[in-house]
Nanobody, 117 residues
Framework: QVQLVESGGGLVQPGGSLRLSCEAS????????MGWYRQAPGKQRELVAG???????TYADSMKGRFTISGDNAKKAVYLVMNSLKQEDSAVYYC???????????WGQGTQVTVSS
């Protein structure tokens, strides 16, 4: 079992920045990738960014250049720096962790990000 705890969400003005953090605990030795998804009201959950234990990262096209994902492999933590935030970035952001054995995807409880003036 893996537990994920997110932090860093909140209210920010358009154009502002936020940093989300997520730290895993439990059976973290099997984690090989972590990432962030988001879900806005009335919309499907979508990938924001992901990073492997080897440091390879991927981003959704709409986040490239504005969001940066990084990880601490020793702590099994993942961070998301979000710059130039727009109102359409408002959503609940979920941290995820993928394990190899057994193969499973764990989800955090989510943290609310609201971009509003």
């Amino acid at each position: 079992q893996v537990q994920l705890v997110e932090s860093g969400g909140g209210l920010v003005q358009p154009g502002g920045s936020l940093r989300l953090s997520c730290e895993a605990s439990g059976s973290i030795f099997s984690i090989y990738a972590m990432g962030w998804y988001r879900q806005a009201p009335g919309k499907q959950r979508e990938l924001v960014a992901g990073i492997t234990s080897g440091g390879s990262s991927t981003y959704a096209d709409s986040m490239k250049g504005r969001f940066t994902i990084s990880g601490d492999n020793a702590k099994k933590a993942v961070y998301l720096v979000m710059n130039s935030l727009k109102q359409e970035d408002s959503a609940v952001y979920y941290c995820t962790a993928d394990t190899e054995s057994p193969p499973y995807s764990y989800w955090g409880q989510g943290t609310q990000v609201t971009v509003s003036s």
